[in-house]
């Protein structure tokens, strides 16, 4: 089964300084039939506009990956880490019994695009962790690159949670299948560009553009064909 959610369709903060569309129940936006989909918990699509950003604050009991899609992102936290992030690479934060963090984007005329996920933890009070890794273009292009998995998997960035995020950068006229094994699930996002997706389906094709998802749930595979240059990101975890 495939369910698209259109982009036009979320909820949009314009904070000024941040604009987000959000994918699930979060912040201002309160919906109780859109809480979550599985462990995954908050899907955020944030724009930074350049020398502003989050000020330090607290979280507990999250796993928090964000994906850098344009700019820079510099973080700091309560652990003593620093790092400024670039497109294509990622950060991780389990925030286990508590920490504090900042993310801006200092530089002086670019935004900074990024996706904030947050995951649920298989139970509280787990250690602190942050992480980073970069990814180079060639490793995302017209391939899955695996960059996120639990603790037992083959990713850079390890999280406690059994689940698993693919990016791509498909070029146009180009086609990428997955696999998806038994009792699990997809939430896909087109990040940047058009793609079509699952065709030859019984349910038929659903075509996707920048900001749209997909909830895909009792497949067993994903087709990706990409009209133009696609740039796109999905969570795979336990069915519910």
Sequence with gaps: MLEKIEKDKMFVSNQGWLRSRFHFSFAEYRDYDNMK?????????????????FPMHPHRDMEIISYIVEGEMTHKDSMGNEKTLHRGDVQYMSAGEGIYHSEYNNHKTDDLRLLQIWILPPRKGLSKIYDDASFGYEERKNRLLHIVSDEEGDAKVKIHQNVNIYVCELDAGRNILHSIKENRQLYFVQIEGTADVNGLHPQGTLHVDSGDAIKITQESRLHISALSDAHFLFIEMKAH
């Design 37 to 53: 989909f599985g462990v995954l918990r908050v899907l955020n699509d944030d724009i930074v506009h350049p020398q502003s950003g």
